[in-house]
Nanobody, 125 residues
């Protein structure tokens, strides 16, 4: 069973930075993709960033140029570096992972099924 545990959230002022981490266990070493999604109160969950195991990435329009997703396979850890944070980035951030076919590349629009418990990010103006 896949287990995903996020950490690194917190409260920062606008313009600040945070680095989220997600440790992943029970996940088969195969063609896969991993990602970060977020959900603010009263809003739908939205894709923030996704990375495929060959390094191909996809970002939501609102975070392009500010956020960077990366994966450390040796540590089974997924990261999200968030710079130039804005109040509208305030949300619960969730980590996710899934297998994919070699012909398919995951994006922020891909449906994922396994989720962590989330880590809260709050950005004040």
């Amino acid at each position: 069973q896949v287990q995903l545990v996020e950490s690194g959230g917190g409260s920062v002022q606008a313009g600040g930075s945070l680095r989220l981490s997600c440790t992943i266990s029970g996940f088969p070493h195969s063609t896969h993709c991993m990602g970060w999604f977020r959900q603010a109160p009263g809003q739908e969950r939205e894709g923030v960033a996704v990375i495929n195991n060959d390094g191909k990435t996809s970002y939501g329009d609102s975070v392009k140029g500010r956020f960077t997703i990366s994966e450390d396979n040796a540590k089974n850890t997924l990261y999200l570096q968030m710079n130039s944070l804005k109040p509208e980035d305030t949300a619960m951030y969730y980590c996710t992972a899934r297998l994919r076919g070699s012909w398919y590349y995951c994006s922020v629009g891909t449906r994922f099924g396994d989720w962590g418990q989330g880590t809260q990010v709050t950005v004040s103006s």
